[in-house]
């Protein structure tokens, strides 16, 4: 069974702080998508990565592919109150059509 | 444009109670998905479909089942209601040409249900 783990579950910061959000697993991925999620609504993509070692910049915010395809990373630098949310990670269920989302990152930006 | 469509937003049901959530995409998009997500939580797979008369368990289908009889729509029944089934129901789909996996998948707002 393909399992994603995020960490930090929560995380509270002060505006203008920089932070880094993980999704490991022991399963090998094609491609990771992060997704943040606003509440009442439901979760958008932020980026697709796909190439093992890649990163993708989304203004402050720069997402790695780790090299075995294993696990991925989100780090915001300068967080702003806008980006509070709860951050999913989601990767294709191998052989299948199934994504496997991962546990969440709550984040809060304090003004 | 649309996009992925869910009614109703919210509702209340008694222990026992069915009901279907309905899901509706104007994207023409061949995958879809019922997902449900408790508080604080991911998401976990109830149902998905792959196409017009195909569909197939997700992570957690006990308690709901689906139909899938055009391309558009993708409703979701919960017979006997119960309430572990509290939570919110959100309804997404992907398509387009390329390869799957690197497709965003599209969310509707979600379905916000409780069971009393």
């Known amino acids: 069974t393909q399992l994603l783990e995020q960490s930090p579950q929560f995380l509270s910061i002060q505006e203008g702080e920089n932070l880094t959000v993980y999704c490991n697993s022991s399963?090998?991925?094609?491609?990771l998508q992060w997704y943040r999620q606003e509440p009442g609504e439901g979760p958008v993509l932020l980026v697709t990565?796909?190439?093992?070692?890649e990163v993708k910049k989304l203004k402050r915010l720069t997402f790695q592919f780790g090299d075995a395809r294993k696990d991925s990373s989100l780090h915001i630098t300068a967080a702003q109150p806008g980006d509070t949310g709860l951050y999913l990670c989601?990767?294709?269920?191998?052989?299948?059509?199934?994504?496997?989302f991962g546990t969440g990152t709550r984040l809060k930006v304090l003004a | 444009n649309a996009g992925v469509t869910q009614t109703p937003k919210f509702r209340i049901l008694k222990i026992g109670q069915s009901m279907t959530l309905q899901c509706t995409q104007d994207?023409?998009?061949?995958?879809m998905y019922w997902y449900r997500q408790d508080p604080g939580m991911g998401l976990k797979l109830i149902y998905y479909?792959?196409?017009?008369?195909?569909?197939d368990k997700g992570e957690v289908p006990n308690g709901y089942n689906v139909s899938r009889s055009t391309t558009e729509d993708f409703p979701l029944r919960l017979e006997l209601a119960a309430p572990s089934q509290t939570s919110v129901y959100f309804c997404?789909?992907?398509?387009?040409?390329?390869?799957?996996?690197?497709?965003?998948?599209?969310f509707g707002d979600g379905t916000r249900l409780s069971i009393l």
């Open positions: 997404a789909s992907t398509g387009g040409p390329g390869q799957m996996f690197i497709r965003p998948q599209h």
């Open positions: 399963s090998v991925f094609s491609s």
């Open positions: 990565v796909v190439t093992g070692g």
């Open positions: 989601a990767g294709d269920g191998s052989g299948t059509y199934k994504y496997i």
């Open positions: 994207m023409n998009h061949n995958y």
């Open positions: 479909s792959v196409g017009a008369g195909i569909t």
